[in-house]
């Protein structure tokens, strides 16, 4: 029973510990795992500090991005004002052009129609005077005509004054 297999692996093993612990593993070992426990820290407190740089950096850029966005729609509202000032502005531009060409165009048929209307009285009294002068040539022919120019004559005073 004692010299059995299992008793010689464990009695191996107790020494094989025995060895490691005489020239001092166990304490590299632990020194080894403490550096990795360390090295891993440092590589979490820097993995940390990068986190909150990077959420530093986003607030920033966020509330760029957010002033972008408010001047973008200030200059956007602005240019839609300056059009529609322009558009506007053009609308009474052609509203007065248009009423300045109408007005021309009624003086100028005012002025054709009253030139027009000299003309037709010019016309009239060149052939009134015509006529008269027709009327009278064969009126005033022998007595009658001039006791018709007495008359006239007499009649020319009263309307004068």
């Known amino acids: ?15 094989f510990l025995a060895v490691l612990a005489y020239y001092g593993v166990h304490s590299k070992l632990v020194g080894a795992l403490d550096a990795r426990v360390d090295g ?4 979490l407190a820097e993995a940390q500090k990068l986190r ?24 956007v509202a602005q240019a839609k004002q300056e059009a529609e ?7 009474e531009r052609t509203t007065d052009y248009i009423a300045r060409r109408t007005k021309q165009a009624e ?11 000299n003309e037709v009285r010019s016309v009239a009294a060149d052939v009134a005077t015509r006529a008269a002068e027709a009327v009278l040539k064969t009126e005033t022919a022998g007595a009658g005509g001039a006791a018709l120019v007495d008359q006239g004559i007499k009649d020319l005073g009263r309307l004068l004054h």
């Open 40 to 43: 891993v820290k440092k590589e």
């Open 107 to 117: 003086e100028k048929i005012a002025q054709a129609e009253a030139q027009a209307a």
């Open 52 to 75: 909150e740089e990077a959420q530093t950096l986003l607030a920033s850029f966020e509330g760029k991005r957010k002033a972008a966005e408010a001047g973008a729609a200030a200059i």
């Open 1 to 15: 029973m004692i010299l059995e297999a299992e008793h010689f692996v464990a009695l191996g093993f107790f020494l």
């Open 85 to 91: 000032l322009l558009a506007k502005e053009a609308h």
